[in-house]
């Protein structure tokens, strides 16, 4: 195996040796490599294939930048396998190829290219009428990538909240020194980064000749920050994207983290660039920064003889790594006259290492099959992009490369920031940041070392300032630096394969071409040739397109800029953006008491609620027995999940007369109202009950899963309307319980002492505020479940005494707690909708028979004129009640109603009524099938079909004569 000696191999433990399998052969890496690393110490670079030339591919960056290194998994395709850590057991797989991937069937398709030049499906495929439906499987078939499994079982994936006052993305020196200032000033810091350790490029570059200062410098930056209390370090972290007010979404293995923070530094360096020539995409040709970290991160020897291409002074300590290591370095050939720094020309020659100034490689030259680099052709430079007519070919195995550095620019103008290029230096620089975003470091365009941790420390001074905290530093002054971007290092070769997009196989003919034909926005040569489309994104295709298409149309790079930068930074799994959302578990104050009793609990919305009580096989007698005994004695629930809103003001009145359906300006004080709430589409999207208690205030309840909404809905429209009201959501500061039945009155009667609760002094719909067991409440007469009942609403803290208080006055009328479910069945009994279950995003009031709960003499409600529109119309579908007879399969939620051949509705509600010896629902069917007395066919379990007969609602006690008490 390629494996280097210690020190070489930060991120490896040679003590854990892993097997693994790549096409089938077996292979051994260690814990800590990366897929890539692993082959390579195997001596296997070639890894993937093309997207449409299917040319032979190997790592080019080393950092999960690039496609070249795609691969399958057995339950995941498009895995970059030099971001992926590998695993014992691993089967690995090449994918988009035809046949094996050394001998790719459709590698003959380069051969072609000329046949299919930039955009050639665009202009060959659309004719004649409906020939791209025929050309589309091919094309994509031929161009496929990996294959996913559909077999493959869901795994768990979550979020979290993190809230900070300094979010540093990136943990280079720049991160490392701009946490540490920040800390040492009293901020709360949060230091992001994307690889394994922290550290940057100090984990891999070289920035003296001696090659100490990296690592010296990276032990005491790590040493301070991990010892830091002000300073949470999360690794192998993304930050994927930038949101107003510095909302940073940032994944870590199966986890989200939603982050919010005041301050918000971007230190997330450079992306190392290629040169463009002739076969710059072989197996064996890389990044000098890739070869760098294959070395001091894995230690792999990443070639036996190299030859190094570079614009800049990087290139020569990039050489000096490879010599220290045994790489023979065949030769340095450096695009410019002369090196910035005089002692690196005299460092090579110490260790006889040739060096070619004004040189570039021209052609990459290969092995048979071309699975590999074996020489290259270097040639003079005589002007841009041009060369000389011959030059010299040098032998090697490994071609390392650099034009210069990009910025990692991508949250930066996802945030609004502007690229300008700067063509003294060849470079790009940003401006135009939001407030409260700041950047630094090698993003910013310092490259010398001394220079990024200077402006680190001056970017964490101001913040720390703009924080309200005293630095104990001050600002430091930078120094001149040297140009690393080498202003033109793009060499077109006559006959092509000068590729500038490695993911889509774009040539530079293809970027000329494109301008060409009339596309002169870069804009629209993206979307034209797909320039930056692929799994990169543009991180080394964004600055040579930008140059080309300047050339080309004759403008400077300024003009043409860069095409948009959007979320996300990386691809992202469906997983993460659904995995599970922070849930707040809620308990009501009585949960205890639930428990105690056997409660079977179950979520609505946030909370948690009793089902039933009794054991989860005995649901349905448990419910059955619940639901008789409250309408024959008296039962007692906990309802405090109901949303509750407390809105008070001289215009409380008007808000809720705009806001729901029914009329409010005249309701009297002590009456509540139902109150049924549409959208500007005259959608049902909620009820409840409205209570007047005062003039000017108005107890609102909302459903559980709703009443979130709904408050947003008021607040939102008050800032239009402007009203003089105060809306406050008190669902969690108040608790209630609602006791039903017969015997209810009774019981209550054991616990008030200064209310009237007869039938006279406390009607239904009535709204009274007093005592209970010496608790302060408000109660309300309703009748959600027919019968005669009251809703006792407490502050949250006294609940837990006051269903102790009204089990102990009801033992003598043989009170029984019920729970959901069985509320739910004695609503149905009533024919009492439950939003959302028995509406969907298309209900409105006239489809469910609630037109009566509509004000016709009100000019406005929001919704209004759309329920208007509405019920101007045939109707095409009703909400109506249905029964079957005892014995009958019974229909579930979902289950469809039938019109002849056609589907002309759903079941919403389906329950068995012991108290009416028959199954009862509640269903969307045509208007031709809602007349009571019609049979409407319903599609149960197994496609049977039961024939259900329309009944007029409600089921039970249509006079109300209980509930009236």
């Not at 890496?29 to 449409?52: H, V």
């Not at 020489?375 to 490994?398: E, F, P």
């Not at 095409?876 to 589907?903: A, M, W």
């Amino acid at each position: 195996m390629n494996r280097l000696p210690a020190p070489m191999g930060l991120l490896i433990h040679r003590d854990q040796p892993l097997e693994f399998s790549f096409d089938g052969q077996p292979y051994q890496g260690l814990q800590g490599d990366s897929i890539a690393s692993a082959l390579l110490a195997n001596g296997r670079f070639l890894m993937s294939r093309s997207f449409k030339y299917h040319r032979p591919r190997g790592p080019l960056s080393m950092a999960g930048q690039d496609a070249n290194s795609l691969v399958q998994l057995p339950q995941e395709p498009n895995v970059l396998a030099d971001a992926h850590a590998l695993t014992h057991g691993l089967a690995v797989t090449a994918q988009n190829v035809n046949g094996t991937l050394d001998h790719d069937r459709d590698a003959y398709m380069g051969k072609f290219s000329k046949f299919m030049p930039v955009g050639f499906y665009y202009r060959s495929f659309y004719k004649p009428k409906g020939m791209w439906k025929v050309w589309e499987p091919i094309i994509r078939k031929k161009a496929g990538l990996g294959v996913l499994d559909l077999k493959f079982q869901p795994e768990y994936y979550d979020k979290a909240y993190l809230f900070t006052d300094l979010a540093v993305i990136g943990a280079g020196p720049a991160g490392l020194q701009a946490a540490l200032t920040a800390a040492n000033a009293g901020a709360k810091v949060l230091l992001i980064e994307q690889q394994p350790v922290l550290g940057g490029s100090l984990t891999y570059a070289r920035f003296d000749i001696a090659g100490t200062r990296a690592d010296t410098l990276r032990r005491e930056l790590l040493d301070a920050v991990q010892h830091h209390t002000n300073i949470q370090v999360l690794t192998e972290a993304t930050c994927n994207a930038w949101f107003t007010d510095n909302y940073l979404p940032v994944i870590q293995g199966k986890r989200m983290y939603k982050v919010r923070a005041q301050q918000c530094l971007v230190c997330s360096g450079s992306f190392d660039q290629p040169v463009i020539f002739r076969n710059n995409d072989l197996p064996g040709v890389m990044l000098t920064s890739a070869a760098q970290r294959l070395m001091k991160l894995y230690a792999v020897k990443p070639g036996k003889r190299a030859v190094v291409l570079t614009g800049n002074d990087d290139g020569y300590l990039a050489a000096l790594d490879l010599h220290d290591q045994g790489v023979d370095v065949a030769a340095v050939i450096d695009l410019r006259h002369a090196c910035a720094d005089k002692a690196l020309p005299g460092a090579l020659a110490q260790r006889k290492i040739r060096c070619l100034t004004n040189s570039t490689v021209f052609e990459a030259l290969h092995e048979k099959g071309m699975r590999h680099v074996k020489a290259v052709d270097v040639r003079q430079i005589t002007g841009q992009g041009q060369v000389s007519d011959s030059g010299q070919v040098i032998d090697c195995d490994l071609l390392c490369m650099s034009a210069g550095y990009m910025p990692v620019y991508q949250l930066l103008c996802q945030a609004g920031g502007k690229l300008a290029y700067e063509d003294p230096r060849a470079e790009f620089s940003l401006s135009g940041l939001p407030q409260n975003l700041s950047v630094a470091g090698s993003v910013h365009g310092r490259h010398q070392l001394d220079n990024v941790l200077a402006d680190a420390n001056n970017a964490a001074h101001d913040i720390a300032l703009a924080l309200g905290l005293s630095p104990a530093v001050v600002r430091t002054a930078l120094r001149a630096e040297a140009q690393v971007n080498f202003n033109w290092p793009i060499f077109p070769h006559p006959k092509g394969k000068d590729f500038v997009d490695f993911d889509e196989d774009l040539q530079v003919a293809d970027i000329v071409n494109a301008t060409r034909i009339g596309y002169r926005d870069v804009q629209l040569v993206k979307r034209y040739s797909t320039v930056g489309m692929g799994p990169s994104q543009g991180r080394h295709s964004a600055l040579p397109t930008a140059r080309l298409v300047a050339w080309a149309t004759q403008r400077n790079i300024s003009e043409t800029g860069v095409t948009t930068a959007r979320p996300p930074f990386v691809a992202e799994k469906l997983a993460h953006v659904a995995g599970r959302a922070f849930d707040p578990y809620r308990q009501t104050p009585m949960h205890a008491r639930h428990v105690q009793a056997g409660a079977k609990m179950m979520p609505a919305g946030i909370w948690q609620r009793p089902a039933y009580y009794g054991k989860a096989e005995d649901r349905d007698a448990c419910m059955q027995a619940e639901a008789l005994h409250v309408r024959n004695k008296v039962g007692l629930i906990d309802v405090s999940t109901l949303g509750g809103l407390d809105v008070r003001g001289p215009d409380a009145a008007e808000l809720l007369n705009r806001m729901y359906t029914f009329a409010f300006l005249k309701q009297p004080v002590g009456r509540s109202r139902y109150a049924l709430m549409t959208n500007e589409h005259g959608v049902v999207i909620d009820d409840g009950v409205c209570a007047r208690l005062a003039d000017k205030h108005f107890y609102v309840t909302a459903t559980t899963s709703g009443v979130d909404r709904i408050y947003q809905q008021m607040l939102k429209w008050n800032a239009q309307w402007r009203l003089d009201v105060d809306v406050t959501n008190v669902t969690a500061a108040i608790c209630a319980v609602n006791v039903a039945g017969p015997d209810s009155r009774k019981v209550l009667e054991q616990l008030c002492s200064d209310l009237d609760l007869s039938a006279e002094g406390f009607p239904y719909l009535g709204v009274r505020q007093g005592t209970v067991a010496g608790i302060k409440a408000r109660l309300l007469r309703v009748g959600f479940v027919g019968e005669l009942g009251y809703e006792i609403h407490v502050a949250a803290r006294h609940g837990l005494a006051l269903w102790d208080a009204l089990m102990a006055a009801g033992k003598a009328f043989d009170i029984r707690p019920f729970g959901v479910e069985t509320q739910r069945l004695l609503r149905l009994e009533k024919g009492h909708v439950i939003i959302s279950q028995d509406t969907d995003g298309m209900t409105h009031p006239a489809e469910i028979d609630m037109g009566w709960a509509v004000s016709r003499n009100k000019p406005f409600f929001v919704g209004r004129r759309s329920v208007d529109i509405l019920e101007a119309q045939p109707l095409k579908r009703k909400l109506v009640g249905f029964t079957l007879p005892k014995g009958s399969v019974q229909p579930l939620e979902g289950h469809l109603v039938l019109n002849g051949p056609d589907i002309s509705g759903n079941v919403t509600s389906c329950e068995y009524s012991t108290s009416l010896g028959r199954i009862i629902g509640l269903a969307y069917a045509g208007i031709d099938q809602s007349t009571p007395g019609q049979r409407i066919p319903i599609r149960v379990e197994g496609g049977i079909v039961v024939q259900a007969e329309v009944v007029q609602l409600p089921f039970f006690d249509p006079a109300n004569q209980r509930q009236e008490g």
